[in-house]
């Protein structure tokens, strides 16, 4: 194609910039317009863009005349009204950071959104897309015969500092197990192509930001939980998270097990992290262990170096990005709909009011 797809970027805080080095990385993409208002932090989007536009708001953006597709990357309580801004003004190609929305309340305005579009809205799930849980996502089911059991644990470290402090209160955020787990419910449905169908989960507020104070208010973010889910295909999943955990050798660990093996992914946490007296940081692996014969084998899935200094996603938001491209082309499919963004929030949602209330929720 001659034609160079053309973005508008909405929100320009440190994720919204790992998707300008990862736009920057395809041939045939450019970010033309920036909003953010944050003015500075726009200006400084808009360089890294090489000279994008700055717009005075999301009308101004999206009068911009030669404007292909969105990214929306603002905080993720603002996710939904832009959407809705958006197709009400100019409905174009979105990719949307997760997650879909924050307030239980607002379940049936995105089912509205999704009944009324007719662009491809794509819902940023990047975890699927790092290479050795591509490769997890891929094997699983054949490799272990049906998985019975899926376990992902992340260890990592605290939520970091964010444009007005934003994501250290629930109100903001819908909670850790929305803002931060969507991902890994996401991926359960993913890897166990199947639905949920009750949720358990025990979690809190244990070690992080207890002597931090903004304007007043202590921050009520969880740190800390375990999630079990019933699967409809009889399948059980179980999350474990832990924010206070980035002494750990990898990040996020992901086994499946079922009647004929065990398969694990294993990913180290972002790079920059990694203390460099250490050596190289790790090398994710995915690890395959038969019952008969037993032994297992690991296989390293390295992940481009390019892609690796581009953001803290192990590559996953180049890829991601890639695969939008082509539907912006009109050559792919949307791979995460809003649909899916909107279970996994359904979720993430059931397991907070699991551990609140300390029941099971039926989905």
């Given at each position: 194609?001659?034609h160079s797809v ?17 736009v ?12 953010d208002?944050?003015q ?7 360089q890294?863009?090489g000279?994008?536009?700055?717009a ?5 953006l999206l ?16 996710h ?5 801004q ?12 997760k ?10 305005r995105v ?64 909670g ?13 449905r993913?890897?166990?192509?199947a ?6 989960a ?40 832990s ?5 750990s ?20 946490g ?30 390293d ?17 180049f ?6 491209l ?11 709909t ?16 699991s ?9």
């Amino acid at each position: 194609m001659g034609h160079s797809v053309k973005y508008g970027l909405i929100g320009c805080g440190m994720m919204g910039q790992e998707h300008i080095r990862n736009v920057a990385l395809l041939k045939e993409a450019t970010i033309s317009v920036v909003y953010d208002p944050v003015q500075d932090l726009a200006e400084h989007a808009a360089q890294m863009c090489g000279g994008a536009r700055v717009a005075q708001s999301i009308d101004d953006l999206l009068a911009e005349p030669d404007l292909d597709a969105l990214v929306i990357v603002s905080p993720n309580h603002m996710h939904l009204e832009q959407l809705e801004q958006i197709i009400a003004t100019r409905p174009l190609p979105i990719l949307v950071e997760k997650p879909l929305y924050t307030d239980p309340d607002h379940a049936a305005r995105v089912q509205a959104l999704a009944d009324a579009v007719d662009v491809p809205i794509w819902v940023a799930m990047e975890y699927r897309y790092m290479p050795p849980i591509a490769k997890l996502v891929a094997d699983a089911q054949e490799v272990t015969g049906g998985i019975k059991m899926l376990t992902i644990r992340e260890h990592r470290f605290p939520f970091l500092p964010k444009i007005g402090d934003w994501n250290r209160f629930n109100a903001n955020t819908g909670g850790t197990l929305v803002e931060k787990c969507c991902h890994f419910f996401d991926l359960m449905r993913l890897v166990l192509q199947a639905e949920p169908v009750q949720v358990m989960a025990s979690a809190g507020q244990e070690v992080n930001h207890l002597n931090e104070t903004y304007d007043g208010q202590t921050p009520d973010i969880w740190d800390c939980g375990y999630v079990i889910v019933d699967f409809d295909n009889g399948a059980r999943a179980m999350l474990e998270l832990s924010m206070f955990a980035e002494g750990s050798r990898y990040q996020e660990e992901v086994s499946a097990v079922g009647p004929k093996a065990k398969i694990e992914a294993q990913v180290p946490g972002p790079g920059r992290f990694w203390p460099a007296h250490l050596g190289p940081a790790p090398t994710p692996q995915v690890t395959v262990s038969p019952r008969s014969p037993q032994g297992p084998i690991t296989l390293d899935v390295p992940v481009d170096p390019d892609l690796l200094e581009a953001g803290d996603h192990n590559g996953s938001t180049f890829y991601q990005h890639q695969k939008f491209l082509a539907v912006v082309q009109g050559s792919g499919e949307v791979e995460v709909t809003l649909q899916d963004g909107a279970k996994a929030v359904a979720m993430g949602m059931a397991a907070q009011q699991s551990a609140r209330e300390s029941t099971v929720i039926k989905l």
